[in-house]
C-alpha cells in the first residue's frame, strides 16, 4: 500500500516538473519569403512551453491586417515529457514593393518578457499578363535531389503542385513504376503548403508525392509525365443535407523528368562493399 502511494505521488508531481524545465521559445514564422504586391500571407506568432499574457503584435508596417489575430493552443505528452504551443496568427495583405520588414512581437511569461526575431518578406510586382487576362495556372512539376548520380546512390523525387486555386484533391490516374529502382514511399506529414513567387504569379506550393529512390544498375533513365485529376471547389455552391461543397475536376498532367545512373568507379579497394556517400 505505501509503495502505490509513492508511484503515485511521483507521477501527479514528475511530468509538471518535467514540462517545467523545458525551454521557452517565443518566435516568428510566415508561410511566404516572397509574395507579390496585393498577394496574401500568413504570420504566425509561436509561444512553447509556457503561458503566455499582453501578447504585443508589431505594427505591420507595408502590409494591411486583413484577419487575426486568430489564437490557437496545443498540449502533447510523449513519454512523460509535456510541450504546449501557444500561436497567434494574422493574415496579411502586402502593399509595398520591396524587403518589407515584420517587427518584433512580445508576450509575457511570469514577469519576464519575451521578443520575437524580426522577418524581412520581399515584395514583388506581379505579373501584368496574368492581370490582363485573368490566367490562373495549375501545374505539378517533379523535383529531383539530383540529375546524376551514382548506382545505389539515394535520389528524392518530389511531385509538387504550384496553383492559383483552391485545391480539395489530387488523384494519380497512374502510378510510375521506376524500373531499375529500389522504391521506398516517404510521408511527411509535417510538409505546409507555402506561397511562392514564380515569373510573377503567386502561386501555392504543395508537395503531393514523395520518393526515395535506389538505383540498382547504371544508364539514362527517363520518368514518364503522369496525368492527374484535381478537385477544385466551386465557390458559393454547397449542397446537401450536410452542407458539402461540389467540385469540379480538372486534368493536368505532372511533368516527367531524367536521371543518369553512373557505374561506381573502377579499381575500387578489395575492402570496397558497395556503399554510396560522402
Sequence with gaps: M??????????IFFVPWVASSQKINFYASTDAKEVIKGGYLEVTFTLENAEGSNFRPPTFKGFKIVSGPSQSSQISIVNGRRSQKLSYVYTLLA??????SIGA????????????KPITVKVVKGSDKVAAEGESPIFIKLEQSDSIVYKGQQITLKYVLYTTKDVNSADFRT?????????????????????????????????????????????TFKFDPIPVTLGIPLKNDRSGFFFTTRVTRENITAEGGEVKVLPTPENAPVSYSGAVGD
Design 2 to 11: 505505501i509503495r502505490r502511494k509513492l508511484i503515485y505521488f511521483l507521477i
Design 95 to 100: 502593399e509595398a514593393l520591396g524587403n518589407q
Design 105 to 116: 512581437a512580445t508576450i509575457r511569461v511570469k514577469r519576464e518578457s519575451y521578443k520575437t
Design 175 to 219: 502510378e510510375e513504376a521506376f524500373d531499375g529502382f529500389f522504391i521506398n514511399r516517404i510521408r511527411n506529414f509535417r510538409d505546409r503548403a507555402e506561397r511562392v513567387v514564380v515569373d510573377g504569379v503567386q502561386y501555392t506550393k504543395k508537395t503531393l508525392k514523395t520518393y526515395a529512390l535506389f538505383p540498382q544498375q547504371s544508364g
